[in-house]
């Protein structure tokens, strides 16, 4: 943008060096080193001087932030697909543009959650665990370690997005047989590649499979979609994989469920209340009754170098006068 005054952006959390060096020569960009979350004051500080705020999952941008942000704030450049924490609305009442970074994570978290319908069946991080606890390994059992084959089972999708498209595409490989639910059905040619059935009622798919995958995002509409009348409906041997958000499933009802033996497992890289991990979903770990990662599904460095490519791309456009390819609108009423 030679001849003009840079954009002044805040970024919130430290992006790969790659990412900022390349904010830092566009635009006047302010960087978060130590990567500590801002506070609410740091945030209301930012959004009234910033043009650009450039924030994360981590960052809680409502309503009541939104409404002390000055004038000059033009844009909200999310970094990230999901934008639950951001109140769009608002935004757009004030002038505000709202973008995301979408598409970059697919695979990433498709790969994440085929690991984890693996790790669970296969109790690969028991395995794993044998081999760094201060007990000696036996050897070799006919009986020992047994799990479950995931081959010729029946995985339900729920939402069949971009990512559910992708685990779908990897399950029928490993030989899963592949059905889904959605909104709406997907195109004939996509159902006709994967051998997908559809299920216009969720109830019906989830009481017939022996996997369920979460892979549809964190609305209003979705909060606790797996709820306890719905994760009751699972088959005692069935398994529940999430990597989309923790608040999608009622955690305290899936945790209650897996104690009292009324489901296999599961394997869960997100949690309803994140940071924070219940104390009985560890407990339940430790037993070998769940995997849980620490939100790790889209953490690879090309997925994040790519995130923040979007993220300048959306800055760029918005200042050269254009609308972002990535703009975000508020949900219809």
Not at 45 to 54: G, K, S
Not at 157 to 174: C, D, E
Not at 316 to 322: A, E, I, M, S
Request: aromatic share 4%.
């Amino acid at each position: 943008m030679p001849g003009r005054k840079k954009p002044l952006v805040v970024i919130t959390r430290k992006l790969p060096d790659q990412v900022e060096t390349r904010m830092r020569e566009l635009f006047d960009t302010r960087l978060n080193i130590d990567d500590k979350p801002m506070t609410q004051p740091e945030l209301v500080a930012a959004v009234r001087e910033a043009e650009v705020l450039v924030p994360t999952i981590t960052d809680r941008i409502d309503a009541a932030l939104i409404a002390q942000a000055g004038d000059q704030l033009k844009l909200i450049a999310n970094f990230g697909n999901g934008v639950e924490h951001i109140d769009v609305a608002a935004a757009a009442r004030r002038g505000i543009t709202v973008t995301n970074t979408p598409n970059v994570l697919n695979e990433d978290t498709a790969d994440m959650t085929m690991a984890l319908m693996l790790a669970v069946p296969r109790r690969l991080t028991e395995g794993a665990n044998v081999l760094t606890s201060e007990t000696k390994w036996a050897g070799w059992s006919p009986t020992w370690m047994l799990g479950r084959r995931i081959w010729g089972k029946r995985l339900g999708i729920v939402g069949m997005g971009r990512i559910g498209t992708a685990v779908a595409r990897r399950a029928k490989a490993f030989g899963l047989s592949i059905h889904y639910h959605n909104r709406h059905r997907v195109p004939a040619a996509i159902e006709d590649e994967l051998e997908a059935t559809y299920w216009d009622g969720l109830d019906q798919m989830l009481a017939r499979m022996d996997i369920i995958s979460v892979n549809c995002p964190s609305t209003p509409a979705t909060f606790h979609l797996l709820s306890a009348r719905r994760l009751a409906l699972m088959q005692p041997s069935a398994y529940l994989v999430n990597t989309a958000r923790g608040d999608i499933v009622d955690e305290d009802a899936l945790i209650a469920m897996i104690e009292g033996g009324k489901l296999a497992g599961a394997g869960l890289d997100v949690f309803e209340h994140e940071p924070a991990v219940n104390p009985r979903l560890v407990k339940l770990a430790a037993a070998g009754k769940v995997v849980i990662l620490p939100h790790m599904g889209s953490a690879t460095v090309e997925g994040r170098i790519d995130m923040g490519e979007k993220v300048m791309i959306n800055i760029r456009t918005l200042f050269d006068g254009h609308r972002p390819p990535d703009r975000v609108l508020p949900a219809r009423n």
